[in-house]
């Protein structure tokens, strides 16, 4: 059982901001900047592009009114997508706030960010869904 299987599960706590049967969406607890949402899918497949078409396809659509409500909440040029797949062996995507490249740049040292600011992360995201 992965991370994520455990978070969605309920056994590791974690900031939702969605969820629906097939998928689960939270805040990066090492986010790059504020904002920054894994999308992950209740199906535990390692590599992303091993999910099936439907379902893949499905998940970009569960991703899409999370993207504009990252867009409204936060002070960005658009929502950025990252698949990268490698810190954990279950399929997941990013998405983060961004105004150029460079902050889909996972070298970068990431946010530590304080209990309090990641509930206000999460309403701010939340309220614009």
């Not at 904002?35 to 091993?50: A, M, Q, Y």
């Not at 997941?92 to 970068?108: G, K, T, V």
Request: charged residues 25%.
């Amino acid at each position: 059982m992965t991370i994520f299987s455990k978070i969605i599960a309920g056994q590791i706590p974690s900031y939702k901001i969605a969820e629906d049967d097939s998928f689960f969406a939270f805040l990066d607890i090492f986010p790059l900047v504020k904002g920054h949402v894994l999308v992950v899918p209740k199906n535990e497949t390692d590599r992303f592009f091993d999910l099936s078409d439907e379902y893949l396809s499905t998940m970009l659509l569960f991703a899409k009114p999370i993207a504009h409500a990252i867009e409204k909440a936060f002070d960005c040029n658009r929502c950025g997508i990252s698949v990268m797949g490698l810190e954990v062996p279950h399929a997941h995507m990013h998405l983060i706030p961004i105004n150029s490249a460079d902050d889909l740049n996972f070298n970068r040292e990431k946010l530590k960010l304080s209990v309090e600011e990641f509930k206000a992360v999460q309403d701010m995201i939340i309220q614009n869904l």
